[in-house]
């Protein structure tokens, strides 16, 4: 491991991390045992339910305990656990260049990418990343080995973010490339075609897949707190103002929580995880509070 | 450019004129420009952001341009504002040009000061008094004036002599300035001891004023300010109101901060025209407490002819605002002028503390006893009444035939006695009318020998001659007393012959008998009030039918009794209130015109001399120390009109002309001796042609009207001068008036009020317009939540 990228997953981050676990939501299916739930029943230790045998059931599974009180043929159903396939989108876009304090927000989302990718990995989970800008920069196809995370960090920090965003196209090829379900995460500032990032999340969705939008936005992109006269010049192209941002502040504030308003209602309405992480925050205590929260992990999912 | 020059000129005409600062006004109006300037350079500073969030930076200009700017308008406008408000409290603004300091107006001004050098501007109080506080006034209001030299014109008024300036319209400048402290020190020993009247002062800045309209005219009035001078002075208001209307600045300074307390002699008076040699002269004294608190352990010492007196007259408490009075008798041993004082302990007015009196010891005093009947002795009653020993009561009476009158001066006699006289000759009656006339007194008596219609007709003669009423034809016999007309005899009026009757169930009044009496005519009208007339009936009989009478003709004092002197009708002259009731009869009557002069002083010594008794040279010495106060005067022939004010004068000297010997019609010399300002005895000294010299005595005595020392109060003032006129009134020991200190106060307070509120708006909508950070516990608070 080159200490160029390194420094997406630094020891103490990793040790401080190390004992979360990255839980799919969805059933996902994957091709070994693992923490996740699978859409099978299978052999395991975990009991659901009784069903009455009907032709072409194993007969290995008919619980002959059951027959001999009641003389029906009933069959034991069990969970099956699976691994998880993950995909991680890390925008590389050059609005993620953005960085007011210690870290801009393209080494932060390369931060949260590489912990993921450790975390998953470490519980036997399938990673692999697609990083973009306006189209597909890098992939990297999802395995479990644990090696494989140097070939996710090597990917993230030969990659320079220099052009525009574009949404859908990045998510309408992850889903078509993953044809199993599995989990996504996207890692970005969202400063795009909101529309084509609804499009692709819907059709992620469609395919059945866990998606989990983390949206990596600086102090200053959310506080605003500038003073004096100021010359702000546009990533992306997006024109330049020269302005007191004082007097300016509260229709930004207005504009970017409508923003972040409307990401996260259409999120919760698509049952599409989302999340703010401001670059400030600590990484691992960002992580840890939202993978222990993630809503509505504690329900059961089969119907 | 000669309009920028014009309009430059008149911009700082209007500046002067209404800043008390102008030099700052001009620099800093373009200090209006520093927040102009400061909000440009803030424009055009500032720091490159590479920003990502641009699309909702973008949005939030394009939503709040305006606002942004109407916002960025409004807080320069109001730090503009400030800079305004903070200018015009430096530079003192001024609304009213006319509260600008008295020296700072625009144009030449004129100042007039009217110095009050009345009697109670010689209060004192600690090492000053109102009028050296005046002085200092004057002075410090020349300095201030000085500082700007040969802009201010200044003319100075004495209050004592409005008509004759001390300073006229003299630039005001370091020179004169030298001369006025100069001036002023010598007025400050000259403060006057009269009483003055503000009105003639005014009246006389208001013709100084009158004579120029154009410029700017201010009248100062520096006084004391009492409460006697300003109570319901219609007049007084009004002129001040019409100052007002012609456009004069008023200016009341006052000068006294406090009223002090104040005991004063206020009257030093007795019968003096009785005064005789070695007999006792009963004197009255007055003492009033001006004071709000009782005055406790008040002392008065008599100085005779600069001989302390060993009397003692000591009031132990006089309550405040009271009058309390005392009796005493002082003997003269010898027959001429004496000089008397009474002496009142230090207070905070000296001048009122003494009271002259000069008296004229007669050794004598002669009274004429014009007997009608020679065979009777009712004269003698009268004689005996008044003096019945040589040098008991000062009177010497003689007992003469009514030819006596014709043959001899009547003058030298202090009254005349009437008694039981049938007629008189023509000539008679016109000597006794002009005895009388020129203020002799006359009794009349009546008696068996009186012929009424004479009476009626030569001395009556339709109530203008010297009898007061027309008798009836015959006497008559009073009833005795009975059920339907009880009572004693006589009731007596109350009057000064009668005090020894005066009270209720006087035993002297039951004793009194008269018997006959000459009656009036019917159709008299009894009623003195319904009548009108100058005779007062001051007796009246049991049965209603009047008995005397009193009344005036010329300058002298008729008294009439329509009953007999002596025991002819009467048991009166045989009873013990007779000679008393005599006695105070020949008091009033006695001729007091040459008693000396009591005056209050400022009143000028106004001599009329005739010129073939009297030669030029006259000499007049007034009450000072030494012989200082000694003014040779010459006098000269009287102009051919006397004035109106000098008619007493006039008079005089036509009586000279009549006299027998004065044939030749001389004008009389007249000498005016003005500087009678001093309390005291003045001496007059005339030198007759024989080289023989005549002596007078006057003594002036300070007015009792200058010891009120109750001040008014600037609300007081205000109320005579009415709300609504624009006069200024300083308090004393506030010299901030000269100065233009007060100038502008209200609008310096409005303003300090104004940029305060102006201070917080600009400070809210600064913060309102700026991003505040929260507080660190808020701010982790926040950040928690949005996680």
Known sequence: MTPDYRRFLLPEEVSRISRLEVRARHIVEGFLSGLHRSPYYGQSVEFVQHREYVQGDDLRRIDWKVWSKTDKYYIKQFEEDTNLRTTLVVDLSESMLFGSGAMTKYEYGCTIAAALSYLLLKQQDAVGLVAFDADVRARVPARSRQNHLYAILAALAAEQPAAKTDLYDVLRLVATEQSQRGMVVVISDFFADLNSLFRGLKLLRHRGHDVMLLHVMDDQELDFNYSGTTKFEGMEASGELVCDPRSLRDGYLQAVNSFLEELRRHCARNIVDYQTIRTSEYLDAALAHYLNHRIGMRQTIRN | ?787
Request: aromatic letters at 8%.
């Open chain 2, 1 to 787: 450019m000669t309009w920028f020059l014009q309009a430059y000129q008149s911009l700082t005409s209007l500046i002067a004129g209404h800043f008390f600062n102008p030099a700052f006004v001009l620099p800093g109006a373009a200090l209006i420009a520093s927040p102009i300037v400061i909000h440009l350079i803030n424009r055009l500073r500032y720091r490159r952001v590479r920003f990502a969030a641009m699309e909702f930076l973008l949005k939030s200009q394009r939503r709040n341009r305006r606002r942004v700017m109407m916002e960025q308008l409004l807080l320069l406008l109001l730090r503009i504002l400030i800079v305004l408000l903070l200018l015009a409290l430096i530079a003192r603004l001024i609304l009213d040009p006319n509260q600008l300091s008295i020296f700072r107006g625009a144009a030449k001004a004129h100042h007039l000061v009217l110095l009050d050098d009345s009697g109670s501007m010689q209060n004192r109080w600690g090492e000053t008094s109102a009028f050296n506080e005046a002085i200092a006034v004057v002075k410090q209001f020349a300095a201030e004036g000085s500082r700007r030299p040969d802009t201010q014109k200044f003319t100075l008024l004495l209050l004592s002599d409005p008509d004759q300036p001390v300073f006229v319209e003299r630039d005001v400048n370091e020179e004169f300035v030298a001369e006025l402290e100069t001036k002023l020190e010598n007025l400050r020993r000259r403060c006057t001891h009269r009483a003055l009247d503000l009105i003639a002062g005014l009246e006389a800045a208001e013709r100084i004023f009158a004579e120029q309209r154009a410029t700017i005219r201010h009248l100062h009035v520096i006084s004391d300010y009492r409460k006697i001078d300003w109570q319901n002075q219609g007049a007084l208001g009004s002129l001040v109101r019409r100052l007002d209307a012609a456009g004069v600045a008023v200016n009341l300074v006052k000068t006294v901060p406090h009223r002090d307390e104040n005991v004063a002699i206020s009257d030093l008076s007795g019968d003096l025209q009785v005064s005789a040699a070695g007999v006792p002269l009963r004197l009255k004294i007055a003492v009033k407490n001006l004071g709000e608190q009782v005055a406790r352990d008040v002392r008065i010492s008599i100085v005779q002819d600069g001989q302390k007196l060993p009397l003692a007259i000591h009031f132990d408490k006089i309550e405040g605002g009271t009058e309390v009075t005392r009796e005493f008798d002082v003997t003269f041993d010898s027959p001429k002028k004496h000089k008397l004082e009474a002496a009142l302990e230090a207070d905070s007015l000296e001048t009122d503390n003494r009271r002259f009196l000069a008296i004229d010891i007669a050794e004598t005093n002669p009274v004429l006893i014009v007997d009608g009947d020679p065979s009777g002795d009712e004269a003698s009653y009268i004689a005996d009444a008044l003096s019945a020993a040589p040098g008991l009561t000062g009177i010497t009476p003689s007992i003469e035939t009514p030819d006596y009158l014709r043959r001899h001066p009547l003058d030298r006699f202090q009254c005349i006695y009437m008694v039981n006289v049938p007629e008189l000759p023509e000539d008679s009656i016109e000597l006794l009318s002009d005895y009388v006339e020129a203020g002799g007194g006359l009794a009349w008596f009546a008696g068996d020998a009186v012929n009424t219609s004479f009476y009626n007709e030569k001395l009556y003669r339709e109530g203008t001659g010297l009898f007061p009423v027309p008798l009836s034809a015959a006497k008559r016999q009073l009833p005795p007393a009975d059920e339907t007309t009880p009572g004693p005899d006589l009731n007596f009026a109350s009057h000064p012959i009668f005090r020894i009757f005066e009270g209720e169930e006087n035993s002297f009044v039951k004793i009194v008998k008269v018997g006959t009496y000459l009656p009036v005519m019917e159709n008299w009208v009894r009623d003195d009030n319904r009548r009108a007339d100058r005779v007062a009936t001051i007796a009246v009989m049991r049965n209603k039918d009047p008995l005397m009478f009193e009344h005036r003709y010329g300058k002298g004092r008729v008294f009439t009794s329509l009953t007999s002197a002596g025991p002819m009708w009467t048991s009166w002259p045989r009873n013990r209130s007779y000679p008393i009731v005599q006695l105070e009869l020949q008091k009033f009557l006695a001729r007091n015109d040459r008693a000396l002069d009591l005056r209050v002083v400022g009143e000028p010594i106004d001599l009329s001399l005739d010129p073939t008794v009297y030669t030029e040279a006259v000499e007049i010495a007034s009450p000072e120390e030494a012989n200082q106060g000694l003014t040779r005067l010459k006098a000269a022939p009287a102009p051919e009109r006397a004035p109106e004010g000098e008619a007493a004068g006039a008079d005089a000297a036509k009586k000279a002309d009549k006299r027998p010997g004065g044939a030749e019609t001389v004008a009389p010399y007249r000498a005016v001796f003005r500087e009678t300002d001093r309390p005291g005895v003045y001496t007059i000294k005339l030198l007759d042609k024989d080289q023989i010299t005549h002596e007078q005595w006057v003594a002036y005595n300070v007015p009792i009207k200058e010891s009120e020392l109750a001040l008014a109060t600037t609300a007081e003032l205000r109320r005579q001068i009415g709300e609504d006129v624009n006069v200024q009134i300083q308090e004393p020991g506030d010299p901030a008036w000269i100065q233009g200190k007060e100038a502008g106060q209200e609008v310096r307070e409005r303003l300090l009020i104004l940029l305060m509120l102006i201070l917080f708006a600009e400070q809210m909508l600064a913060y309102r317009l700026s991003y505040h950070p929260k507080t660190a516990g808020a701010a982790a608070k926040t950040a928690g939540a949005a996680a």
